[in-house]
């Protein structure tokens, strides 16, 4: 069977699986890694479907890209100190310990070899926590932490890994050389992100084909990871950062008709991906344990691994959010030891896991056991607690609250409320006229019929009287959207479906109006 064909059929699967999957409550990624392992033992299938060196090249910066413009630079600042626990001391942490396991279960592995399995295995993949968080309904700041984790974490680990790998192939580890990639990657990787994303939004700013607006925002991921890739670091951070500043700071540089064109490729971009991601981790499973080079070792390597892994996050997420907790008790926020037991078991390992092992060396010291080990992780965790994680957040009841539900409604009204107060200043100012402001004052009341009771008085009066938005109320509801989301006061994804709306209703009326 023709690779192309698997692939094909994969795409498919991700189409007309995941809908399903979420019908009966079934976490996509853990369906979709079966989908792949299915198709893995076809009689004629193929020994591989992409070529490894590609897999992180191709995935991981459109993934990271969408995730990271659906974050809130507010959420970064304010849980920078957990942030930087998880992302830097939980990747190291989880390095050594999985590296002194392999190391103890099979002496003969190479340090450095042990060095890269831990570094292969220890960053949570962001795409399945986010995916399986956002449709459980967790609290705001668990969503928040696990993102923000899944973004920085995978540059420590690629850091750590690159370096391991070149000492096992030399047999030396190059001083000069590792603090050059770290150099790199942790110093100019964000200045380099800062200035793909400037670039991208002024380009995007001065484009009105909103076709050319979204391929431009589908090559930036990929202008900031290889860019970095090029100078010997690595391109995670910068693809992180060009992200974060195009969904705090780019989207008033679209046309009406880029935001909505540009919002709905990008969602479909990142399902598509993610989800082939997940079914080729099912695939390589099967190719790997069918592999007659893995010894038979190395199962005994593999479920040591996986429950070192899992331990260890644990271990060290629990103290951790108990210290948190002390010092939030006197907010209204609240980090309880559920929301704790919650954060330590969605570290699903994925498509960061998946590529670096298939990266390995043919003449990698160890690469069998390696292999096997990083992808018995990334099933394990997947189905195991991928299908137990929403029994476990039912169970301790961590939910988001009404207010934190209400975010829609909320960005909605203190948009409208933001066009009101740019009509009133046209009206006074002579630009727009009585007849003009009163047509447009009925259409905003029947766009906006809810409001907040905590509203100004003002802010309600004025949407109750008023509903449609030229070019100036729009650019007024966009700001004060962007505002809120930049404050960390509603969710990202509430912002993004209220700047949707407006985006909509401007297309709407830029077509009823013939302009």
């Known amino acids: 069977m023709n690779s192309l064909v698997v692939v094909l059929v994969l795409l498919l699967g991700v189409v007309l699986v995941s809908p399903l999957a979420d019908r009966f409550g079934v976490p996509a990624p853990v369906a979709l ?34 995730a990271a413009q659906r974050s809130s630079r507010r959420d970064f600042t304010r849980n920078w100190k957990i942030l930087l626990a998880l992302a830097v ?49 967790l609290p705001k700041r668990l969503v928040s932490i696990l993102e923000g984790e899944g973004l920085i974490n995978d540059a420590v680990a690629l850091v750590v890994y690159t370096m391991a790998v070149s000492a096992a192939l030399t047999g030396s580890l190059s001083v000069p050389d590792g603090a ?8 100019v990787a964000p200045l380099a992100g800062l200035f793909v994303g400037w670039v991208g939004r002024t380009l995007i700013s001065h484009l009105s084909d909103p076709r050319a607006e979204v391929g431009l925002s589908l090559l930036l991921p990929y202008a900031a990871y290889l860019g970095l890739e090029e100078l010997g670091g690595s391109g995670v951070l910068a693809v992180v950062v060009a992200g974060l500043m ?51 070792y190395g199962v005994g390597v593999a479920a040591a691994v996986c429950l070192a892994a899992v331990m260890t996050r644990g ?32 570290g699903m390992r994925g498509v960061v896991t998946l590529a670096t092992a298939l990266a390995l060396p043919d003449d990698f010291p160890g690469r069998p056991v390696v292999l096997f080990a990083a992808i018995a992780v990334v099933v394990v965790t997947l189905i195991g607690q991928g299908l137990s994680l929403p029994w476990l957040v039912r169970a301790l ?55 907040r ?34 404050e960390g006061e509603v969710s990202a994804e509430a912002a993004d479906r209220v700047l949707r709306d407006i985006a909509a209703r401007s297309l709407r009326d830029s077509y009823r109006h013939g302009s």
Do not use: C, N
């Not at 008790?329 to 309880?336: A, V, Y």
């Not at 934190?404 to 006229?433: M, N, T, W, Y």
């Open 397 to 451: 009841g961590v939910r988001s609250s009404e207010e934190e539900q209400d975010d829609i409604g909320r960005a909605r009204a203190l948009a409208a409320g933001a066009a009101l107060a740019r009509l009133d200043e046209l009206h006074a100012d002579g630009r727009v006229d009585d007849e003009v402001a009163g047509v447009v004052r009925k259409r905003y009341a029947r766009a906006v019929p809810d409001l």
């Open 246 to 296: 195009l969904g705090q700071h780019g989207s008033d540089a679209y046309t009406g008709a880029g935001f909505l064109a540009g919002g709905t490729v990008w969602r479909v971009l990142d399902w598509m991906i993610g989800g082939f991601a997940f079914g080729l981790v099912g695939f390589e499973l099967v190719k790997v344990v069918a592999d007659p080079g893995v010894p038979t």
């Open 315 to 346: 271990l060290f997420v629990l103290p951790l959010g108990w210290l948190a907790g002390r010092r939030m008790r006197k907010t209204s926020e609240g980090h309880g030891w559920r929301e704790s037991v919650v954060v330590s078991w969605a």
């Open 453 to 486: 009771e905590d509203l100004p008085e003002a802010v309600q009066q004025r949407i109750f009287d008023v509903t449609k938005v030229s070019r100036h109320l729009r650019d007024a509801e966009q700001a004060a959207v962007l505002s809120l989301r930049s």
């Open 33 to 66: 890694t079966l989908v792949g392992a299915l198709l893995a033992l076809l009689p004629d299938a193929p020994t591989e479907l992409i070529e490894p060196e590609l897999v992180l090249p191709l995935f991981l910066p459109p993934l990271l890209f969408a």
């Open 89 to 137: 001391g939980l990747v190291l942490v989880t390095t050594a310990v999985v590296a002194a396991v392999a190391r103890w279960i099979d002496p003969s592995l190479p340090l450095w070899s042990a060095i890269a399995l831990g570094a292969i295995v220890s960053p949570p993949d962001p795409v399945a926590a986010t995916s399986l968080a956002g449709r459980l309904g």
């Open 180 to 187: 050059g990639t770290l150099a790199v990657s942790v110093l």
